[in-house]
């Protein structure tokens, strides 16, 4: 005797009538709804401090500090004229962070050609200042200033002047304090700069 109908009959009446048959969906097609909510933007990145110089100086009281005109430019100052010159002097204070901006060498070449031709035999001297080496260059001529990226353009040539500065081998790189002016406005400051750069120390 064959049951299978009896059987069939009793699964259906155990069903819940609650409980619907299951049946495959088709996936909704229906537009998404306009009144989702919609995610604020990002808010913009904040941008980060300047960092601050990583290395330190005394200021010379007779000098007189001016906004650098270039990013490059980590400081400037106005030296105050000779009475036998008519013209101030100044001094620039670069640095491009560690491994550039060349060598020592090559910017000391770089400032011997600004003094063009004929210009005096280059004084190099060498000293520690706070574990870093120190490397000092006077030399006279006619001084060419450079022009900077995004800086004034150059001026004209300087017959007469002199350029004294001093390179400092810092941990964050090479520091470049570089004096240029009438003769002796700069000679006269010589001694300011030295005292500058005896101060110098890492941050």
Known sequence: MRRTPFLLLLAACS????????????????????????????PAPVPAPAPALALHWDDPPR?????????MRAAE????????????????????GP???????????????QLGA??????????????MAVTRVELTGTYTPM??????????????WRLSGAIVQAPSGLWFFKMTGPDATIKAADPELDALVDSVHPR
């Open 15 to 42: 069903r819940s009538p609650s409980e619907p048959t299951a049946e495959p969906t088709a996936p909704s097609t229906a537009p998404a709804s306009s009144t989702a909510p919609v995610l604020p933007p990002l």
């Open 63 to 71: 000098w007189q500090r001016r906004p650098p005109s270039t990013s």
């Open 77 to 96: 100052y106005v030296i105050p004229h000779a009475k036998s010159d008519a013209e101030n002097g100044e001094c620039l204070v670069i640095t491009f």
């Open 99 to 113: 491994g550039q901006g060349g060598t020592v060498d090559e910017n000391v070449d770089r400032w011997v050609r």
């Open 118 to 131: 004929p210009a005096s035999t280059p004084v190099r001297t060498t000293r520690t200042v706070g574990g």
């Open 147 to 160: 022009s900077m990226p995004g800086g004034p353009p150059a001026a004209s040539p300087h017959p007469g």
